[in-house]
């Protein structure tokens, strides 16, 4: 553990204090509450490693997971005594920590306790966590910019000893877990370590404070979040939409970027999820999670599919079978009624089929069944939910290296295939639901 010392300007990631956390589909949830609140608000979470859920915590400390999400007992570490400020995953998510303003830090799943401040009186309450790339240690950041590491983190410096216009709220880690990023309320960014300095919003005029930081993958930019929802990007981080200007009861408390950094998702204090870019919404404490529409999943038998976390998304989104199974051994149905349209796509293979959807939310758009053949129906046949219509192909269909299906749907009004990454979540969100 070591104690702040001054350091140099900078950007980082991670959350401000606030109370709500991210969570996913399934609303499974696990109840480790820390002191009882009067009033149970939300905080940022954390997103799984494959960016198919995300959790989110109470302050109360209660976890909540969404999508493929799963909340974990305790393990060890402290039994918090005040509310949840900080919460972040294991890099394999399968784990976190919650930490509270004293400097507690409880930790769940496959986790380790490497050591808190409780006990110890702070200069300044704990607002924010950061995990190393390993995920065997941690740092915590109090709001004077003061850093508390433990495990293998490093100490790289701090702004404990500055001066500063504004408190610290986040921080971030770097990829190699060698610098971290501090943000302060009005932008302002501090970079320690190997972590550079893109830019920051600490000379511009905000309508709303700053709140928290996140990193992009390669660590050569990053994120920042304001409490109305507005995103502003430094280095190599994309803009892919914000809240800022939209009328809001609820302020954003944090954002989460997906693990591609293709997308990410805003968390209000009431529990609400908004994602922009391939950032899917897999419920949240606010609206739950239907896929905006329901699908019988494509595998006749579910038990010969691959579990969700083999599936991968391109056009359309790949699921093996499990055992390799192919022909009638993997029979695959009509995920709704309609009618066969086509069959044969290029790079799919010359059975294809296409099936136009006649009715519900996903009415009049297409989707299409890769890689298979035997088509069990013909070309202008309409087919019922869950009716049998073609299988997985048998050794190499179309651009393929083995048996598997790839199932994907149309744009609005668009072709057959739809572009790359266009509508994948969207087709997931369905079969994930399907599938459970």
Request: proline fraction near 6%; aromatic fraction near 10%; hydrophobic fraction near 40%.
């Amino acid at each position: 553990m070591r104690r702040s010392l001054p350091g140099r300007r900078a950007a980082a990631v991670l959350l401000a204090g606030a109370s709500v956390v991210a969570a996913g589909a399934g609303g499974l949830l696990t109840s480790t509450p820390a002191a009882t609140a009067a009033t149970v608000s939300y905080a940022q979470g954390a997103a799984t490693s494959t960016g198919h859920g995300y959790w989110t915590v109470a302050s109360d400390g209660t976890v909540i997971g969404f999508g493929d999400a799963h909340p974990f007992a305790r393990t060890g570490g402290d039994t918090l005594n005040g509310t949840v400020l900080a919460f972040t995953a294991r890099p394999d998510g399968t784990g976190y920590w919650e930490a509270s303003a004293d400097g507690s830090v409880a930790a769940f799943g496959s986790a380790g306790a490497y050591g808190s401040m409780r006990g110890v009186a702070l200069w300044q309450p704990l607002v924010g966590m950061a995990v190393t790339h390993s995920g065997k240690g941690y740092w915590l950041v109090a709001s004077d910019g003061g850093i508390f590491s433990f495990g293998d983190a490093r100490f790289y410096g701090s702004t404990g000893g500055m001066k500063l216009n504004k408190p610290i709220v986040g921080m971030a880690a770097t990829p190699t877990g060698h610098g971290y990023w501090l943000v302060a309320s009005d932008g302002g960014i501090f970079s320690f370590g190997d972590a550079s300095f893109f830019g920051s919003t600490g000379s511009m005029t905000l309508v709303r404070p700053i709140l928290g930081i996140a990193a992009t993958p390669t660590g050569q930019g990053y994120w920042l979040v304001a409490s109305d929802g507005g995103i502003f990007t430094f280095g190599d981080a994309v803009f892919r939409g914000s809240l800022g200007g939209a009328p809001r009861v609820h302020p954003i408390v944090g954002m989460i970027p997906t693990p591609t950094a293709l997308g990410y998702w805003l968390f209000s204090d009431d529990g609400d999820v908004v994602g922009f870019g391939n950032a899917g919404f897999y419920g949240s404490m606010t609206r739950p999670y239907n896929g905006g529409a329901s699908i019988v999943f494509p595998y006749q038998d579910k038990t010969v599919s691959s579990p969700p976390s083999w599936w991968s998304q391109d056009a359309g989104v790949d699921i093996t079978p499990l055992h390799g199974q192919c022909g009638n051994a993997a029979v695959l149905v009509a995920v709704a009624s309609g009618t066969i349209v086509g069959e044969g796509i290029n790079g799919f293979g010359p059975s294809t089929p296409v099936l136009q959807v006649d009715s519900g939310p996903l009415a009049g758009r297409f989707i299409y069944y890769g890689h298979t053949s035997g088509d069990l129906v013909a070309v202008g046949a309409h087919v019922t939910a869950g009716q049998p219509i073609t299988h997985i192909g048998c050794g190499i269909v179309g651009n393929s290296s083995g048996p598997h299906l790839e199932i994907g749907i149309s744009q609005t009004g668009g072709w057959w295939v739809p572009p790359v990454h266009a509508t994948s979540q969207e087709m997931y969100n369905l079969l994930l639901s399907a599938y459970s």
